[in-house]
């Protein structure tokens, strides 16, 4: 069964410094890759889509990569600050009819001064 | 102001009962979902719909029903046969269901269970 995988463990870093989170998934092929972000006891936002064609997509401070080959994204956050802490979650999708987002368990990100 | 509205924030309810989640969207959205969140697991699926009068069971639809009778409102009931229904639930819209169709996310609705 198709299945997604990111760091359960919460990653903390400097305020300033870049976040790394990562995406793997399995038995899986999307055209498409979306990342969300949710904060305790909301909703989760969009924030970012990739295509299987796209090696890089970049958003102000946010940048997304796409590997078909690995079966990877990757998602950085530079110059970090203790506002992008949340939780960021990746969601896998395919193309053509009805394509249901497979959202993986997401990553805690905590930033500190 | 558009977007996605869940009511009510909180809601408790005794073993036995049935209860109604509501989602109501003024984005013009056609397709609607609900999705079940649980402590250190990922969104599960319930139900969605694609258009009014029509919905699909999504990947956890047991002991749960829906209705869209309009465009706008899309809710769920938890019924008596779910077993463990005390979670946190997540009502989403998008435009369509394709691939690039991103979901925009209600508030959410935190449903104990006494």
């Known amino acids: 069964s198709q299945k997604i995988e990111q760091n359960s463990e919460a990653l903390n870093i400097q305020e300033g410094k870049t976040a790394t989170l990562t995406c793997n998934y399995t038995n899986y092929s999307p055209a498409y890759l979306q990342w969300y972000r949710q904060d305790p006891g909301r909703g989760p936002v969009f924030l970012l889509l990739i295509r299987e064609n796209e090696k890089e997509k970049r958003k102000e401070r946010l940048k997304v990569t796409f590997d078909t080959t690995l079966k990877q994204s990757l998602f950085h956050i530079t110059a970090s600050q203790p506002a992008d802490s949340a939780t960021y979650l990746c969601a896998p999708t395919g193309s053509g009819g009805y394509n249901k987002l497979i959202f993986g368990a997401g990553t805690r990100l905590a930033v500190h001064p | 102001d558009g977007g996605i509205t869940q009511s009510p924030k909180y809601l408790f309810r005794k073993e036995g009962q049935n209860v109604t989640l509501s989602c109501e969207q003024n984005l013009n959205h056609d397709a609607m979902y609900w999705y079940r969140q649980d402590p250190g697991q990922g969104l599960r699926l319930i139900y969605y719909?694609?258009?009014?009068?029509?919905?699909q069971k999504g990947d956890i639809a047991e002991g749960y029903s829906v209705s869209r009778e309009k465009k706008e409102s899309f809710p769920l009931t938890v019924t008596s046969a779910q077993k463990n229904p005390t979670a946190f639930y997540l009502c989403?819209?998008?435009?369509?269901?394709?691939?690039?169709?991103?979901?925009?996310f209600g508030p959410g609705t935190r449903l104990t269970v006494l």
């Open positions: 719909s694609q258009i009014v009068n029509d919905f």
């Open positions: 989403a819209s998008s435009r369509g269901v394709g691939g690039t169709d991103t979901q925009y």
